[in-house]
């Protein structure tokens, strides 16, 4: 009984550990979240509406899609997974 009972613990702690987000598992949803949210912003903002903080969001969102297809240095790769990690 006592086996069995160790047996389902080690099941659990194995299930737990495979769902827990790692750094790139965090950042690659910190990345999709932000370039959904600019997409969406960018299908309903006039350019007069546009502030500093709308401006560096679509500035940073395509900075991801540069880094997404490998188009950028490899020292502002690690800025943007450093801000995003922050």
């Known amino acids: 009984m006592l086996n069995r009972f160790h047996a389902i613990l080690d099941d659990a702690r194995e299930a737990v550990a495979a769902n827990r987000?790692?750094?790139?598992?965090?950042?690659?949803?910190?990345?999709?979240?932000?370039?959904?949210?600019?997409?969406?912003?960018?299908?309903?903002?006039?350019?007069?509406?546009?502030d500093f903080y709308s401006y560096s969001r679509s500035i940073y969102a395509g900075k991801l899609r540069l880094l997404v297809a490998g188009k950028i240095s490899r020292e502002e790769a690690e800025s943007l997974i450093g801000f995003a990690a922050d």
Do not use: I, N
Not at 34 to 50: F, G, H, N, S
């Open 21 to 50: 987000p790692t750094l790139s598992t965090a950042a690659k949803a910190h990345y999709r979240e932000e370039l959904t949210r600019d997409d969406m912003e960018r299908a309903v903002r006039k350019p007069k509406d546009q």
